[in-house]
């Protein structure tokens, strides 16, 4: 689905971004990736936290192209403009962490215990470096929006 097919839909809305609201999203994805290697937290809990890391990459994505989601299915929403942003090499990635909304959602809302460590130590993997990637992707676009 397009960008232009979500703005159409009210799904995302024009929304014009600051260097400091970016400095404070990566803070917040810093955090989240810290306490995502907490071996003391659940599976469910770090894999939780790692996936909120992912989206808030995502949302820093759509805030630079001029957008912000609105209302509800968000999370969905931000992966799915993710494929509109970037080249259909990182599709997969965004698949992947739109896989793992699923799972946060049934580790959140249906019950405990479903996420093994291994599947907390690949998302943590893949946030990482699609962390170095969103950053070098500002600095190459969108200079002015980063420290």
Same mark, same amino acid.
């Given at each position: 689905?397009?960008?232009?097919?979500?703005?159409?839909?009210?799904?995302?809305?024009?929304?014009?971004?600051?260097?400091?609201?970016?400095?404070?999203?990566?803070?917040?994805?810093?955090?989240?990736?810290?306490?995502?290697?907490?071996?003391?937290?659940?599976?469910?809990?770090?894999?939780?936290?790692?996936?909120?890391?992912?989206?808030?990459?995502?949302?820093?994505?759509?805030?630079?192209?001029?957008?912000?989601?609105?209302?509800?299915?968000?999370?969905?929403?931000?992966?799915? !403009?993710?494929?509109?942003?970037?080249? &259909? /090499?990182?599709? =997969?990635?965004? @698949?992947?962490?739109? %896989?793992?909304?699923? *799972?946060?959602?049934?580790?959140?809302?249906?019950?405990?215990?479903?996420?093994?460590? !291994?599947?907390?130590?690949?998302?943590? &993997? /893949?946030?990482? =470096?699609?962390? @170095?990637?969103?950053? %070098?992707?500002?600095? *190459?676009?969108?200079?002015?929006?980063?420290?």
């Amino acid at each position: 689905m397009s960008l232009k097919q979500l703005l159409d839909q009210n799904r995302i809305i024009h929304h014009t971004t600051s260097k400091q609201e970016i400095s404070n999203l990566f803070e917040l994805i810093r955090r989240d990736l810290n306490d995502a290697k907490i071996i003391q937290l659940s599976a469910d809990r770090r894999f939780a936290t790692a996936y909120n890391a992912a989206l808030q990459l995502g949302t820093i994505l759509l805030y630079c192209k001029g957008y912000k989601t609105k209302g509800i299915g968000h999370h969905f929403i931000i992966f799915q !403009a993710m494929k509109e942003i970037l080249d &259909k /090499e990182h599709h =997969s990635l965004a @698949d992947y962490f739109d %896989s793992c909304r699923t *799972k946060r959602n049934i580790s959140d809302y249906t019950g405990a215990g479903n996420v093994s460590d !291994a599947e907390v130590d690949e998302i943590i &993997k /893949e946030v990482e =470096s699609f962390y @170095d990637f969103v950053i %070098s992707w500002i600095k *190459k676009n969108y200079p002015g929006l980063i420290k």
